[in-house]
C-alpha cells in the first residue's frame, strides 16, 4: 500500500468486504431530501480504510467576538495492524478447545492489541465490567416486571459496573454534561446482547439504547473516498468519510460491473462512471441504512472528467496517529477512576511508540509535499525561492478544492461586471492577484480598497468557492465557528464532523 489504508488497486478494494460502521465526513450529502448523492470517485486517489479512535476533549474558540467552549472530539489512528483491529471482536467462547483445555478465557481477544494504549485500555474497561470491578459491582436492585397482565415488583439480580460512569467532561456552553459509562465504553450496550436485567437497569439510570453507541471506545472502520459531486462539480474533489456499510455497497456495485464489462471497462478509476449514495435512516430493516447503484445513464461530461483527472485533496489531518502523551493526560484527568481502582495507565504506555506521525500540528507546520506525476517535488529549505506559479490566477498555488480557497469578487475595472477571480484564502483580506482589500470585520464581501485607488494597501495572501460564500473569518488566527453535527445513527461513528482540524463536535 501506499498511504496506510489505501487500496493498491481495485482487486484490494473490492477483496475488503469487512463490517465497519459510522457515518460524518466533509460531503454533508445525508442532509439533503431525499439523502441521495451522484458521486464519480478521483482517478488518482483510491478509497483508504480508516481506523481511529474517538477522543473527547474540550475545545474554546470565538465566535462573534464572544469566547465558547464545547466537548468535542479528536480522532487518532490506532497503532494496531489492520490485522488486528478486522479481529477485533474475535473471542473465545465457551465451546472453544482453547477455553476447554484452561489455555485461554471466556471472552479473551483471539488476536488481542500489542501496541495501540487505547485498544489495551478499553479491554481493561471490558473485563472490569464483566467482572463486576466497578463500582458497586455485581448487586441487586428492585423493579417493575410484566407478569401476563399484571406488573409486579421484583428483586432483580444485576451488574452496576456496566452503568459506572468513566469519563466525564463539562463545557461552558454545552447544555449537559457529557458522561462516559463503562459498559457504553467497552462496546457492551448492544439491544442483542443485554439481557432483560441490564435493559431494566439502563432504563433506571436513563441511559438510551438508541444514543449508547456515541460511547464506544473501540477502534471505528471507515472508508475514506475523494468523490467529485456529478450535480455540484464546481466544488472540485471533495473527502468524504463514509460508513463501512456503504463502502460495502460501492465494492457490491463495483464488482458487478467488472463481471458484466470486464476488469478494464468496470474499473472506476481507469473509465469513470457515476454510483450513486443512498442513506435510507427509515429502511424496515434497521440494518441496512445504506445503498449504493450504477446510474448507467448519466454521462460523464468535461467539467467532471476534469475535477476528478486533478490532484486530489490532501488527506494528512485523516491518516494521523493517536498522539500517546495527549492521550494518557487527556483521559488520566477526565477518568472517575482514582486511587486504587485507577486504571494501570502505565501497562497501555509501556514501550508505546506510534508507526507514524501524531500531531495535527507537526503536520500543519510541516506538510507533507505533494507527489507530481513524475514522482515528488522536494520540499524547499527557507532560502530557496519559490518556483514561478503556472497559473496566474493562482499565484499562491493554493487548492482549488478547499473549503478555505474562496474567488476575488472585485470588478476588474470601474464599472465592469467581470470580476478578478483570482485565488485567496477566506481568512484573508487582500486578493494576490489584482490587489483589492476586503473589511472582514464587517463583512467578507466588502470591498474597502479597490486596485484602482490611489492608497492601496499591500498585497497579502489569501481563495474557487467565491468570497461571498465563504463567510466571515476575521484573520487567520481566529478559529471558524464549527458547524452543525451531523444526525447520528446506531451506523453512526460516535462523533460528528466539525470543521477545524480534525476536531469533531460531540453529538448528544
Known amino acids: 500500500m501506499g498511504l496506510r489504508g489505501e487500496f493498491e488497486d481495485m482487486d484490494d478494494f473490492l477483496d475488503d468486504a469487512r463490517k465497519a460502521r459510522g457515518s460524518f465526513g466533509s460531503v454533508k450529502w445525508r442532509k439533503k431530501k431525499p439523502p441521495i448523492i451522484d458521486t464519480v470517485m478521483s482517478m488518482k486517489r483510491k478509497p483508504i480504510a480508516l481506523f481511529r479512535h474517538s477522543l473527547p476533549m474540550n475545545v474554546s474558540y470565538e465566535k462573534e467576538g464572544v469566547q465558547e467552549s464545547h466537548v468535542y472530539s479528536e480522532r487518532g489512528g490506532c497503532w494496531e495492524e489492520p490485522e488486528v483491529i478486522e479481529e477485533q471482536n474475535f473471542r473465545y467462547r465457551e465451546k472453544d478447545r482453547e477455553v476447554q483445555s484452561g489455555s485461554r478465557e471466556v471472552g479473551e481477544r483471539k488476536n488481542p492489541p500489542l501496541v495501540c494504549p487505547q485498544c489495551m485500555f478499553f479491554e481493561w474497561v471490558r473485563q472490569q465490567v464483566l467482572a463486576g470491578k466497578l463500582g458497586a459491582g455485581f ?82 472502520k471507515n472508508y475514506l473516498f475523494c468523490i467529485c459531486d456529478y450535480d455540484d462539480p464546481s466544488k472540485g474533489l471533495q473527502k468524504a468519510i463514509e460508513a463501512g456499510q456503504l463502502g460495502e455497497a460501492v465494492i457490491k456495485v463495483i464488482a458487478a460491473e467488472r463481471e458484466s464489462l470486464g476488469a478494464e471497462k468496470g474499473n472506476p478509476f481507469k473509465n469513470p462512471y457515476v454510483i450513486r449514495w443512498k442513506h435510507l435512516p427509515n429502511a424496515v430493516f434497521p440494518e441496512v441504512k445504506y445503498e449504493a447503484l450504477k446510474m448507467a445513464e448519466k454521462e460523464i461530461g468535461d467539467d467532471v472528467r476534469q475535477v476528478i483527472a486533478g490532484e486530489p485533496p490532501d488527506v494528512t489531518d485523516e491518516l494521523l496517529y493517536l498522539n500517546a502523551e495527549e492521550w494518557f493526560t487527556r483521559m488520566e484527568e477526565h477518568c472517575l477512576l482514582k486511587g486504587k481502582d485507577a486504571p494501570p495507565w502505565g ?100 470591498i474597502k480598497t479597490l486596485p484602482w485607488d490611489k492608497n492601496k494597501e499591500k498585497v497579502a495572501p489569501a481563495a474557487p468557492r467565491g468570497r461571498s460564500a465563504a463567510g466571515g473569518t476575521s484573520g487567520s488566527a481566529k478559529k471558524p465557528e464549527p458547524k452543525p453535527a451531523d444526525d447520528g445513527d446506531d451506523d453512526a461513528i460516535p462523533f460528528a464532523r466539525c470543521e477545524f482540524g480534525s476536531s469533531e463536535r460531540w453529538t448528544k
Open 139 to 220: 448487586g441487586q436492585m428492585t423493579a417493575k416486571m410484566k407478569k401476563g397482565n399484571q406488573v409486579v415488583e421484583e428483586t432483580i439480580d444485576v451488574n452496576f459496573s456496566f452503568v459506572e460512569p468513566l469519563f466525564h467532561f463539562s463545557a461552558d456552553d454545552d447544555d449537559d454534561d457529557t458522561i462516559i459509562h463503562a459498559g457504553g465504553f467497552a462496546n457492551l450496550f448492544k439491544e442483542k446482547q443485554l439481557g432483560d436485567e441490564n435493559k431494566i437497569l439502563l432504563r433506571s439510570k436513563k441511559i438510551q439504547l438508541t444514543d449508547a453507541w456515541r460511547e464506544n471506545g473501540q477502534t471505528q
Open 347 to 446: 501497562e497501555f504506555l509501556k514501550g508505546a511508540k506510534a508507526p507514524g506521525p501524531t500531531a495535527r500540528s507537526d503536520s500543519a507546520k510541516a506538510p507533507a509535499p505533494r507527489e507530481s506525476e513524475k514522482g515528488g517535488e522536494k520540499p524547499r529549505g527557507r532560502g530557496e525561492q519559490k518556483p514561478a506559479p503556472k497559473d496566474p490566477k493562482n499565484p499562491l498555488g493554493l487548492d482549488a478544492a478547499s473549503d478555505e480557497t474562496v474567488a476575488c469578487e472585485c470588478p476588474v475595472s470601474k464599472g465592469s461586471d467581470e470580476q478578478c477571480g483570482g485565488y485567496m484564502r477566506a481568512s484573508d483580506d487582500t486578493c494576490p492577484v489584482c490587489g483589492a482589500v476586503y473589511d472582514l470585520k464587517s463583512n467578507p464581501v466588502s
